[in-house]
């Protein structure tokens, strides 16, 4: 990757919630201040949910700027998930104040952005501003899914945040596709033929 140039901000970007068959995508940008440094920045998959949850605290404390950005099952089954993903993350960046100078976005796609951005393969591994985009995104939704598991009984989204498991699965068979089931998404798509 070529060298930041000093003085720069720069944001990471992440988004989580690809996989699920229930839920919104949600994405987070994160301008991270080098004055105030983060321990322990890592891909929000390789933390436990207890040390995830405290770190999401400290980079919503300590970042220059954070946002997060979402799109919507109706959304996601209008345009696809891809789609859906690069507009929830086009959303966040264009939140942040300060906005950033440039963007660093986890995976092989970059959103359309109002400033240089650059696709970082593996980024919430090696650029701490994605690992911690990837932190708050995944809090953020996963909160949201318990919010969603009591307006939802018996799907145990609290358990696996809407992803496609045996017991989700069982559970669509038995009580059926609500509103917040992706309809275009295979599983839910054969329940509905």
């Not at 070529?2 to 699920?20: C, F, H, K, N, S």
């Not at 690069?86 to 264009?94: C, D, H, K, T």
Request: glycine residues 8%.
């Amino acid at each position: 990757m070529d060298m930041l140039i000093v003085g720069q901000r720069v944001a990471g970007v992440d988004e989580v919630g690809r996989g699920p068959l229930a839920g919104p995508v949600v994405a987070a940008a994160v301008i991270l201040d080098p004055e105030r440094p983060i321990e322990g920045l890592v891909d929000s998959k390789k933390i436990s949910e207890k040390k995830r949850e405290r770190l999401a605290l400290e980079i919503r404390e300590k970042a220059l700027a954070w946002a997060l950005g979402r799109a919507e099952v109706e959304e996601i089954d209008e345009i696809n998930i891809l789609q859906a993903s690069l507009l929830a993350m086009q959303r966040a960046v264009e939140q942040l104040q300060p906005a950033p100078d440039r963007a660093l976005v986890d995976g092989n796609r970059c959103p359309m952005l109002s400033c240089p951005a650059e696709a970082v393969i593996k980024g919430d591994e090696t650029v701490e501003a994605i690992s911690a985009a990837s932190i708050i995104a995944k809090v953020a939704r996963d909160q949201e899914m318990l919010a969603l598991d009591a307006d939802y009984p018996g799907y145990g989204l609290a358990r696996h945040k809407g992803y496609p498991t045996k017991a989700h699965i069982a559970a669509l068979q038995t009580l059926g596709v609500t509103q917040i089931h992706r309809r275009s998404f295979g599983p839910v798509k054969k329940l509905l033929a």
